[in-house]
């Protein structure tokens, strides 16, 4: 069983789409291991990106990600990082495959509906930023 971060983002979240999307993660097979939603902080939100700190759109993307509620899930399965990426699509909306949620739902490469962890290691380290081993059920 593998574990991975999934994100809807603001804009999914203020467009009415977090249970849209939940129901597709389940649809595919994918347990929802963990479940909450909150308003991130902007040092939560840069220390989060904080990969991407030294990219031209770091700014603007934790000012987006702090604009709203987010809803935050963990999903775990067999191959639960390849299979939750696959159900996203690209990051770009416009390249995205019909039928993935960012194709359907997302707007833009930013506002793009949801995040996903992936790797292994980009997992474990996004799970624990959110969640207490004692949130976590198997």
Not at 14 to 40: C, P, T, Y
Not at 52 to 76: D, W
């Amino acid at each position: 069983m593998e574990r991975t971060l999934a994100i809807v983002k603001p804009d999914a979240v203020e467009r009415g789409h977090s249970g849209e999307i939940l129901k597709r993660i389940e649809a595919q097979g994918l347990k929802i291991s963990a479940l909450k939603k909150i308003h991130l902080t902007r040092a939560q939100a840069e220390r989060f990106y904080d990969v991407h700190k030294e990219r031209p759109f770091y700014q603007s993307l934790c000012e987006y990600m702090t604009s709203g509620p987010v809803v935050i899930a963990v999903l775990s399965g067999e191959q639960a990082i390849t299979r939750w990426r696959t159900l996203m699509g690209a990051t770009d909306p416009a390249k995205a495959a019909p039928g993935t949620i960012r194709k359907d739902l997302g707007v833009d490469v930013q506002s793009n509906a949801v995040h996903g962890s992936d790797a292994p290691e980009t997992a474990a380290r996004e799970i624990a930023f959110f969640f207490s081993t004692t949130e976590l059920l198997t």
